[in-house]
């Protein structure tokens, strides 16, 4: 696609269940992130997916969280028995092989109540 | 550890010239990145500096000293829709992992 797609854009969940957030990034970027962003804090790192090797998971923040990348294209990240502490807009972003720069998507916003 | 350290907040008339700091240390080091986002949107890509020196882009410039750890965002002629925030952010190995610092909200008064 043209850009970095993710949904749902919003998502309100109870506490104690389970959400799958989605991204679709740009066709033919071989790396794809993920970030978590509180009000008015910056970007915390949760994993990145780059080619075929092995994930980096060293950010996801606890073992609730997961997330895949099925075919080298799209990436779900799954929180399992979710928290009111998880509320943060989730970002994905995509970039070519070659760094130059991000495309970050428009992001979810998760609130937990 | 990780540290990116930037101010908080910047204020700066419109017209004006402004420069945002960044320091860091880091476990690796490949390159320095500015990003912008605004109120409700996406980070958006600024400019990355791998080597030290001056990169200019526009009304944008970023500066890197790598002996120094340190970075900064030029921003002149500022404009309103100039007002946001700015992330300085470190490439930290050769598969592209960006750790961000926690940003600067910078204010431009008319």
């Known amino acids: 696609g043209a850009g970095v797609s993710q949904s749902p854009s919003n998502k309100v969940t109870e506490k104690g269940k389970d959400v799958e957030l989605r991204c679709d990034p740009i066709s033919g970027h071989t790396a794809l992130y993920w970030y978590r962003q509180s009000l008015g804090q910056g970007l915390e790192f949760l994993i990145y997916?780059?080619?075929?090797?092995?994930?980096?998971k060293s950010g996801l923040p606890s073992d609730r969280f997961s997330a895949e990348r099925t075919g080298g294209s799209v990436s779900t990240l799954t929180i399992q028995r979710t928290q009111q502490e998880d509320s943060a807009v989730y970002l994905c972003?995509?970039?070519?092989?070659?760094?130059?720069?991000?495309?970050f998507g428009s992001g979810t916003r998760l609130t937990v109540v | 550890g990780q540290s990116l350290e930037q101010p908080s907040e910047v204020t700066a008339v419109e017209g004006a010239i402004v420069q945002i700091n960044c320091t860091y240390q880091?476990?690796?080091?490949?390159?320095l990145s500015w990003y912008q986002q605004h109120d409700g949107g996406a980070p958006t890509f600024l400019s990355y500096?791998?080597?030290?020196g001056l990169e200019e882009t526009g009304r944008f410039s970023s500066f890197l000293s790598r002996s120094d750890s340190y970075g900064y965002l030029l921003l002149q002629e500022l404009q309103m829709k100039d007002s946001a925030s700015y992330f300085c952010a470190v490439k930290v190995n050769r598969d592209d992992k960006i750790i961000f610092g926690k940003g600067t909200r910078l204010h431009i008064l008319p």
């Open positions: 997916f780059q080619g075929n090797s092995a994930p980096d």
């Open positions: 500096n791998a080597l030290d």
């Open positions: 880091t476990s690796g080091f490949y390159g």
């Open positions: 972003a995509s970039s070519l092989e070659t760094y130059y720069g991000y495309t």
